[in-house]
């Protein structure tokens, strides 16, 4: 046990051993490393390894069965590489040992497969500005990766009219034959990506493109989407159990009530 928990501390860049208070997030980190750092390890060998600081706390098991269920059905680092190439997609990563170890963690255990495939658009949901440009996240985020596949018959302008604070937006995307309005109202300034993302997804599937814009995460601020083909995609991620809005995509779209 003791040379798991010193393993565990020499290379978990999220635990400060100096510290005399640990975060709820890091003691929660601290229990997945330990699964995976000895397979089959029961949580009462977990338990007994709970700083006795924390022995009292309830939250703290709470956390230990959370972490214990939640790596117990995961598949390996190379059975997640085996499915990411059944799919077609290339593994590029250069990773150490470390790198592995840390591959099992956390709901990002596979954006960085998906990041070699450079099909991946990330951005701040909260914009920063009011009223929001549509027009400039599309030139600047999705642009560059739309072309990068060949599309590039994709254009987006829009149109605001600001009355008592509140932005009332009329988006237009368009392919090579037609325009697709959408129409809100947002007096904030973070993004309404949902319907914006279905607009321009309407917009490939009406022009015979394979590739949808698939809302994958949204982190904090941060929403992360990729271009795939839902055909290849979707079965992946089933299949790698990755929790992701892409699971509730039929048809490139987003259903209601995701």
Avoid at 39 to 50: D, N, Q, R, T, V
Avoid at 105 to 122: A, F, P, Q, V
Avoid at 125 to 137: Q, R, V
């Amino acid at each position: 046990q003791q040379a798991i928990i010193d393993f565990v501390r020499k290379h978990n860049r999220f635990v400060n051993n100096d510290s005399e208070a640990w975060s709820t997030s890091q003691i929660k980190k601290f229990m997945q490393l330990l699964v995976i750092a000895k397979p089959g390890i029961s949580k009462a060998e977990i338990g007994s390894m709970i700083p006795a600081r924390y022995k009292d706390w309830e939250y703290a098991y709470g956390q230990l069965n959370d972490s214990y269920n939640y790596q117990s059905n995961k598949p390996s680092f190379s059975s997640r590489v085996e499915i990411f190439q059944k799919y077609g997609y290339a593994q590029n990563l250069k990773m150490d040992e470390y790198d592995k170890f840390l591959f099992h963690l956390g709901r990002l255990n596979i954006y960085r497969l998906l990041e070699t495939t450079e099909n991946l658009i990330w951005f701040d949901t909260e914009g920063g500005m009011f009223p929001l440009s549509h027009a400039d996240l599309f030139k600047d985020e999705f642009q560059p990766v739309l072309i990068k596949n060949g599309i590039d018959f994709l254009s987006v302008s829009e149109v605001h009219e600001i009355t008592d604070n509140i932005c009332h937006y009329t988006i237009n995307v368009s392919n090579s034959d037609k325009t697709y309005k959408i129409e809100f109202e947002n007096g904030s300034d973070w993004y309404e990506v949902i319907p914006y993302i279905k607009a321009l997804n309407k917009a490939l599937i009406d022009q015979g493109s394979d590739l949808r814009l698939i809302y994958i995460d949204s982190q904090d601020q941060t929403t992360l989407i990729g271009l795939f083909d839902p055909n290849k995609f979707l079965p992946m991620a089933e299949e790698l159990n990755l929790e992701c809005y892409a699971l509730h995509f039929r048809d490139g779209l987003l259903e209601s009530g995701y």
